[in-house]
């Protein structure tokens, strides 16, 4: 077989190749490999035109010679197809009106450029598209069915923009490497776009073989990449789709593949998720929602609720300011769906300037000596402009700045990026307060506390939900207290909702509190009356405290 000029390959009764001529692989190169799936090489025999006569021989009927489809300037081939007793032998033939070894050998190479990924040596595009339409058209019936893979390289922009085009491009080249080593058998991979893959999976057991493969490949891209002796982190999120249940034709598969795809990135990427129906709702109504946020700030569907900040044992000594989004239809919205819809459409800059002026002229309706609390999403960061905005509204309003503290989370430390360092820097030379959101979950670090000088950090109400049991949330409640003082910095405790609650963080001197037991959030009118209440819930809390000492 090596020796022989002659186009030939055998396949047993799985369609499977076993011996093949070193020429077949010099022709079709990666295709050829032990294993592979006829159809791999002579796609031709999932068109009716061939399949037919190719499974009566297949069947045990006589010889055969088939004309295979041509493209448009291609040279006429066809196959001879004979009975073995294992499976079949194929014999091709080509006709190449006078055409050279030389010019052979050219015609090879702009077949294979044609239809490979130059950077990563993958199929391309042209040839997913033309694979993924023969594969759903030989399923259906009792045949298994065709899976389609989307993979979606996670985080691969920050690499581009950091390390530069050519790290990109290393990197892209071993994530090819990375995919191709996950197949098996029956399975081949394109580079569909940009850091964008696609694997199909053609004559295994579904939905198990396809659920595997995804496995296998997030795993594999758990591992670091090392580029220029840095270690760079890239995860996979993979959406799956299988045909002919999710799409009879190649675009309803891919979009159908693309929803699913879109799941796993909503559900913390490094995933894999599997098309189904309730996908397409969810997406059709997340798509609602972002055509009616686009307005809903000039139709006046945003507006602000004030919770209020209390310091032991009942002086109020500001609000924290609340997005909220009242939507003519489906009603109030809660920001954990809207907000990530307005960061993904750049839309975070103009309702984020608009939020900040209505709190500080809020802001000047109480007792001076009262500040208000504004939440800052990482994405206003990106545009440059924050320090200038922030500056103009307080001018514009004619605020103390002391009396606005900003509100980040570890989200925008995470970047670590100069620019980032700096605007926090500027706005805290101009007088604003900055305190630490969350504090305790994602990703807390000490350096944060090291390196930026915050005046609060805020205990996230997951450790103060459980406060009067948990042992744990005890001793990281404390310890966080200790700490933060210790650096000279206030903290504030987020969701106190109990009296046994409010005495433990009182006794062990936490500086704020906030939740529902002290004062639930009000609307702007509302807090007029608050303020000159005193918390009579927070004395009792307090005079609770004292008892128990």
Known sequence: MSNTADLVSFYDRDFRLTHYAARLKGMYGGAVVQGAAIWEIYPSFLDSSCRDEFLRVFQGGSPARIDLPRASGEAPRSVFVFGTANGVGIIESREHAGRSAAEEQEHVILLHQATHDVLTGLQNRRRFGERLQQALAAVGGSKPKAALLQIDLDDFKTVNDTLGHGAGDTLLQLAAGRIRDALQDGESAY???????????????????????????????????????????????????????????????????????????????????????????????????????????????????????????????????????????????????????????????????????????????????????????PAQFLSGSLTDTVAQIIDEVGIRAERIELEITETVLLEKTIDNIDTLNTLNVLGIRISLDDFGTYYSSLSYLKNFPFDTLKIDQYFIADLETDLKSQTIVRSIINLAHGLGISVTAEGVETSAQARWLINESCDCLQGNFLGRPLGAEATSDFIRRSPPKVVRAMEGSNRAL
Request: aromatic share 8%; glycine share 8%; charged share 25%.
């Open 191 to 377: 580079r569909y776009a940009g850091d964008e893959f696609a694997v199909i999976q053609l004559g295994k057991e579904q939905p198990v073989e396809a659920e595997r493969l995804a496995g296998s490949l997030v795993n594999a891209f758990k591992d670091p990449f090392v580029i220029d002796g840095i270690p760079v982190f890239v995860g996979s999120s993979i959406g799956i789709a299988f045909g002919p249940d999710h799409g009879t034709d190649g675009e309803q598969l891919m979009k159908a593949a693309d929803i699913a795809l879109y799941a796993a990135k909503t559900d913390g990427r490094g995933c894999a998720r599997t098309f189904n129906r309730s996908m397409l709702l969810l997406l059709e109504q997340r798509e609602n929602l972002r055509r009616s946020l686009r307005t809903a700030l000039e139709r006046g569907e945003l507006y602000l609720e004030y919770q209020p900040l209390v310091r032991p044992p009942s002086s109020v000594v500001g609000f924290e300011a609340l997005l909220r989004w009242r939507h003519p239809e489906v009603g109030i919205i809660p920001p954990s769906v809207f907000i990530p819809i307005a960061e993904a459409d750049g839309l975070m800059d103009e309702i984020g300037r608009w939020v900040l002026e209505q709190a500080c002229r809020q802001a000047l309706t109480w007792p001076p000596s009262l500040t208000v609390a504004v939440n800052l999403s």
